[in-house]
């Protein structure tokens, strides 16, 4: 069965200091991966999105990047976070194609950012 | 592209009751309609979904309605439980990406 693995849970980070958050998925082959952010009692803002290695499409300018070094890993980073980047993030996954191939997303556990 | 609206925002019921929540959406391409449930503090969980090709479909105590003339679908759930309180998103899909709806906050009083 597939699974997908998000890390860390949460984070603490001060301003202007680097992130890397790291998605996985198991099981499964050319995924489609996502990266979400979702601010406290708001709802679900997709960043980044990557049909496969090296493909990011980017929905929105902001301090952050993605990278998929390979086909089931998924990267978020940033050089320098800023207040406004504190949030629920989470990472997705759908199978590759259109329906009926694919279904619903999959997310990760989510990791919980406060800059501070 | 795509551009989802979801209705109401909040919603309280007494337990028993049903609840309805309604999404319409822009993209006449859209061919997939996902509903997910989101507990505080965790991850969104896909509870239904429906395909263009279906009016209806029932899982239990939820069902999902489509109507691809208007352009709006729906989320039902009958006999509703405290358990049912949650944030719930509509999404809409075409493909690769997925639409979503800002959310409701379903509570549902005992």
């Known amino acids: 069965s597939q699974t997908i693995h998000q890390w860390p849970a949460t984070l603490v980070q001060p301003v202007g200091s680097p992130l890397s958050l790291e998605c996985t998925v198991e099981?499964?082959?050319?995924?489609?991966l996502y990266w979400y952010r979702q601010a406290a009692g708001r709802g679900l803002q997709l960043l980044f999105y990557s049909v496969g290695i090296g493909q990011i499409s980017s929905e929105v300018p902001q301090n952050l990047s993605a990278s998929r070094p390979q086909d089931r890993q998924f990267i978020l980073s940033s050089k320098k976070l800023l207040l406004s980047d504190s949030g629920f993030y989470l990472c997705a996954w759908t199978s590759s194609g259109t329906a009926p191939n694919f279904y619903g997303y999959t997310f990760g556990s989510g990791t919980r950012l406060t800059v501070v | 592209g795509e551009n989802v609206e979801q209705h109401p925002s909040t919603l309280s019921v007494q337990e028993g009751d049903s609840a309805v929540i309604k999404c319409t959406y822009s993209?006449?391409?859209?061919?997939?309609f996902p509903w997910y449930k989101q507990e505080l503090g965790k991850r969104p969980q896909l509870i239904i979904d429906?395909?263009?090709?279906?009016g209806e479909k029932k899982d239990q105590r939820i069902a999902v309605t489509l109507n691809k003339t208007a352009k709006h679908f729906s989320l039902h759930i009958t006999e509703t439980q405290p358990e049912d309180s949650a944030v719930y998103f509509c999404a809409a899909s075409t493909g690769n990406q997925f639409y979503f709806g800002t959310g409701t906050s379903l509570t549902v009083i005992p």
């Open positions: 099981g499964t082959s050319n995924p489609n």
């Open positions: 429906i395909r263009s090709n279906v």
């Open positions: 993209d006449s391409a859209s061919n997939y």
